[in-house]
């Protein structure tokens, strides 16, 4: 910038000389006003005419374009994709609430930071020219930039505020040395004497500017390495907490050994609630251990049903277990095919059949029963028993589905669970109807041990109706 322009930079002990100072450059009409201060302060912010801070513009249309980009990704996503489920639309306005809450406060917190980078001039690559380290042990500076024919007027503004010290220099040149007078005048560098003085002036400043280079350098390094410090440490905590991993399932064909199969049945029979009831022996009959002397369930099976080899009754006691009933039991089983997938049950099959005996099963009992070939033994179940009633009578559903084995309804059933006797004026309908679609949602009181005892099948196995009217008849029991 030509040399006809000059900065004036005033040094005031008190925050209030430097805001008069600025009110009345203001008012003088000279705009190019930088002040500096050793903490905000909002009476400077003010005095200079800053309104809010225009961050908050950044992070509103950050939230509106994750909101907006939420919204698109779930539908187009759902459109590309459809999946009727339970009749509802494909496109569902409140399930994707959660996504665009999600992609609203990500983009919002993104733009926030980088509208205060922007907007902060961050980080700084060129040196502050004008500058004193006073400036940040306690005092206030006011730097004015203004031309030539201007330079008596705020000079006399300046003055008028009682300034410690004011600095005069060429716009682009660092300021005077210290032991400049406050009240002289630029020299003009005519002359062989003045050309030495301005030689030097310039070196200082080439000086002066590389001491501020480093500096600069050296707190944008700072400033990196605390991110990136904060951003290790972070990182280092979230791989120090234990995670669990999911076993990757394992695809179950024709062609799965039969040991591999035992293995499976074995997970799936500790890891599920089949020992909830076969492994106590008084809600069913124990299956690892002796039972009335008949020894484990591999030895036992094979003499239960006539006719049928070990494998054949164990497979049809999963899937039919009301047909199989052991003397002095209640029938609280369910058709596993509501839960296990037909490889599940099979691999089930074949650990019973080792618990005591030898396992005989092979992947081509798996194919002819309704092939596993696609199916994966740690999946969810391929498909559901379906209704197992089509009758719309409230007791004859929750005596085809098995309700009477656990709960007590005028006298019929067994007490594992709740009573049906009164059971309206306990709980609402609304609590019914949760409780018979997730049975773990909680549990009522007495009865905290048997959580996990009722499966999560009846949300599938009944239909909408029948649903219904269960509950409306629970409902109506007081």
Known sequence: MSNSTVGLLASFEYVDSAVNAIGELRAAGLKKITAYMPYPDH??????????????????????????????????????????????????????????????????????????????????????????????????????????????????????????????????????????????EIPELVGVAHASVGVAHASSASDSKKRESRRILVENLKIFGVVIGTIGTFTFIANAIPQLQSEVPVAVGENVSTAELVVLGEALFSGGSCVDCHGLGERAPNLLTDHEGAGTIGVRCADRVPGQDCKAYLYSSLVDPAAFMVPGFAPIMTDQRSGLSNAQIWALVAYLESVGGEATVTGADIAETGGGSSATAGAPAATA???????????????????LGCHVFNGEGAPLGPSFDGIGARIDADYIRESILDPAAGASPGFETSVGLMPPIFGDQLTAGQLEVVVQFLASQR
């Open 43 to 184: 009476h400077i912010e003010e005095a200079l005419g800053y309104d809010q801070s225009p961050v908050r513009v950044w992070a509103l249309a950050g939230g509106l374009l994750g909101a907006a980009g939420g919204f698109a990704l779930a539908s187009f996503t759902s459109m590309d994709w459809p999946l009727v489920t339970g009749g509802k639309p494909i496109l569902s306005m409140p399930a994707y609430v959660i996504i665009s809450f999600e992609m609203m406060v990500l983009f919002g917190a993104l733009a926030t930071v980088i509208g205060f980078f922007v907007n902060s001039r961050l980080p700084y690559v060129k040196p502050m020219v004008v500058y004193d380290p006073e400036f940040s042990a306690g005092k206030f500076g006011v730097y004015v930039t203004v031309a030539v024919d201007h330079l008596d007027r705020a000079r006399g503004i300046l003055r008028g505020q009682d300034p410690a010290e004011i600095r005069e220099d060429p716009v682009g040149v660092t300021h005077a040395p210290s032991g400049v007078d406050p009240g002289s």
């Open 385 to 403: 028993a379906g209704p197992a009633t089509a009758s719309m009578d409230p007791l004859e559903i929750m005596r085809g589905n098995l309700c």
